[in-house]
Every structure is written in C-alpha cells, then in structure tokens.
C-alpha cells in the first residue's frame, strides 16, 4: 500500500484514519466538504486536501486517481442520496484492483442472517423515520449504498461498526461475521480503533468481500476471543 485516500477525512472518524495513514507511511489525500477544509490546516503540510462533497463524482474520480487504497466514511446526511451517490462514485472512478473500505454500522446486513435484539431494530426504525421526517438524513440510503457495494466486483470491505466512544486504543477490534455473536455482546468500540481495523483492513486481503461486524477488545468476551484467535 503506498497511496490512499481518505472521503470524508475531517470528521472524527477521518481524522483517525488521516492519523493512522500517516502512521504507516501512505502517501494520503483526503475529500472533505469546502466548509470543512479548515478542520485540516493543521496537516496541511503533510496531507493533499481535495474540496468537494463526497458524492461529487468529478472530485471523487479527481482524488482517487492513482491510489491503491481508499478508505471511506459512508454518512447518510440528507435526503437526496449522499451515500449511495458517495459509494457509487468510489466503485465507478478507483482504479481497478484498490482496496476499497467502507464505514457503516451494524445496522447494515449483508446476508440477513445477523440476529438483532427487538430494541436495536425499534431504535434503528425510530431514527430512520424520525431523521428522514426532518430530512436530516437517509439511513435507507446506507443500505442501498452498501448494497451497491455488495454487488460490486471490486476488492471491498464493509466495516460495521458497533456504538463509538472517544478514548485510548484498546488495539485492533474483534470481528464477526454476524451481528448476533456473543464477541459482540459489548457493543463498544473506540472510535480510533475503528479506524485502526479500517486501516489494517487495506492490506488483509482475507477481508476482501467480508462485512465484518466489529468491536472493541475492552470486554472480557471480545479479550477472550483475541486471546484464542
Ligand atoms: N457514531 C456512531 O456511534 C457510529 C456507530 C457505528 C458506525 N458509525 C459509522 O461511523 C462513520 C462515522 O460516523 P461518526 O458518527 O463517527 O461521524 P464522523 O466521523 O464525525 O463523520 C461524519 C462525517 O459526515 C460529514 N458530514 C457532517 N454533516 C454533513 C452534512 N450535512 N452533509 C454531508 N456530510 C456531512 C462530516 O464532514 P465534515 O467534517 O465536513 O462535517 C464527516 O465526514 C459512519 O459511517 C457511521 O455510519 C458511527
């Protein structure tokens, strides 16, 4: 992996994946909205900044140019088709064979054998309605753009992330295939951990085609699957 670039890199998420990049020495470019171009001045020396909204063909097909590995923050923002139209944009302009990593939640089901408690469903129910009535945002719009993706030929992953807090990395994240797993059952991972698994996940190539459903290694249950694995 030698070039990557980040859509959606100045959110808390992106800021992570900018860092973790950096890290390892990818050469990063990073896709944030004009009005957000500030939030990086900081790396302005070390990252190329492209303006422009993530579903903006034009900059997607622009900043991906040359890249072995994308890295993407899906957000539903709107009622107009933001993520499906970022996801579309990534599968139709990265050059053929990158790795392409996408973000989401574990809302998202690939194969519709995950088991979700009867509260998670009213939850994810109540705030799709309730952010669609106030067109806030599209959450049936993530699951159309992940279904794109799960159609595509191209070298992904979908990272579902489990409910994110703010604090020190507990290491890479556990994963499982199915929401449902009891690795799970603690449903907390540190935002920068997500990151992390996003970024390991561009040079695992047994993640290639894989949703995995990630958490944190705080709890003894997730520990304890690391420890076997
Ligand atoms: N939050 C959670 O608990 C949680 C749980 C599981 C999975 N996830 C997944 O994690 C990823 C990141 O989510 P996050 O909650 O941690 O947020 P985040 O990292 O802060 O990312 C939010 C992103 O949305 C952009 N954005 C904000 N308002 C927008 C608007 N009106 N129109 C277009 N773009 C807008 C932000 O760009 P600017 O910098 O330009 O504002 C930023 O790139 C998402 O894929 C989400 O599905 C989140």
Redesign the pocket.
């Known amino acids: 992996m030698r070039k990557v670039c980040i859509i959606?890199?100045?959110?808390?998420?992106?800021r992570y994946l900018i860092a973790h990049c950096l890290e390892r020495g990818y050469d990063v470019t990073a896709v944030?909205?004009p009005?957000?171009v500030g939030?990086l001045a900081d790396l302005a020396d070390r990252i190329a900044v492209v303006p422009g909204?993530?579903d903006d063909r034009e900059v997607v097909a622009r900043a991906v140019t040359g890249c072995d590995g994308v890295l993407v923050?899906?957000?539903?923002?709107?009622v107009r088709g933001?993520s499906s139209g970022t996801a579309r944009a990534v599968l139709d302009h990265a050059e053929p064979g990158a790795r392409l990593v996408?973000?989401?939640?574990?809302h998202i089901t690939r194969d519709g054998r995950d088991r979700y408690t009867r509260r998670f469903r009213l939850m994810v129910r109540a705030m799709t309605v309730a952010a669609r009535a106030i067109r806030f945002a599209d959450i049936d719009d993530?699951v159309r753009a992940c279904e794109l993706i799960f159609a595509s030929d191209a070298a992904w992953t979908v990272v579902?992330?489990?409910?994110?807090a703010e604090g020190p990395s507990e290491g890479l994240p556990v994963w499982a295939r199915h929401v449902g797993d009891p690795v799970l059952a603690s449903n907390l991972t540190m935002?920068t951990d997500?990151a992390l698994f996003m970024v390991a996940a561009l040079t695992d190539d047994d993640l290639v085609h894989e949703a995995p459903a990630i958490v944190g290694r705080g709890t003894p249950s997730a520990r304890a699957h690391a420890e076997a694995a």
Do not use: I
């Open positions: 959606g890199g100045s959110g808390k998420l992106g944030c909205r009005e957000s939030k909204r993530t923050v899906l957000v539903p923002f709107g933001y996408f973000s989401c939640g574990w993530q579902r992330g489990s409910d994110l935002r997500y």
